[in-house]
Nanobody
Framework: QVQLVESGGGLVQAGGSLRLSCAAS????????MGWYRQAPGKQRELVAY???????IYAESVKGRFTISRDNAKNTVYLQMNSLRPEDTAVYYC??????????WGQGTQVTVSS
């Protein structure tokens, strides 16, 4: 079964940057649109960015212009470059399919904490 492993999170000051990675154990990335999600304490999980098989990208308004999603199908990896981070970006970040009917088992996520 495909496993997703997120990494790259950490503690950063407001205005700082982080680059998240999501590696899959199987070669599924090239076949489907993949997204980055986040879940803050007490809030529902939300989709913040996704990338199609043709590398078209879509962003939530809250991160547009600050985050960049990319993919490397040869490495079965999706990235999220996060710049100009804000305290409200604090959350656990996950990657998964965009189509909820094809969700893979959720990984452990990677914690991003932005201090003010």
């Amino acid at each position: 079964q495909v496993q997703l492993v997120e990494s790259g999170g950490g503690l950063v000051q407001a205005g700082g940057s982080l680059r998240l990675s999501c590696a899959a154990s199987g070669s599924i990335f090239s076949l489907n649109a993949m997204g980055w999600y986040r879940q803050a304490p007490g809030k529902q999980r939300e989709l913040v960015a996704y990338i199609t098989t043709r590398s078209n990208t879509i962003y939530a308004e809250s991160v547009k212009g600050r985050f960049t999603i990319s993919r490397d199908n040869a490495k079965n990896t999706v990235y999220l470059q996060m710049n100009s981070l804000r305290p409200e970006d604090t959350a656990v970040y996950y990657c998964n399919e965009v189509d909820s009917s094809r969700y893979l088992p959720w990984g452990q996520g990677t914690q991003v904490t932005v201090s003010s």
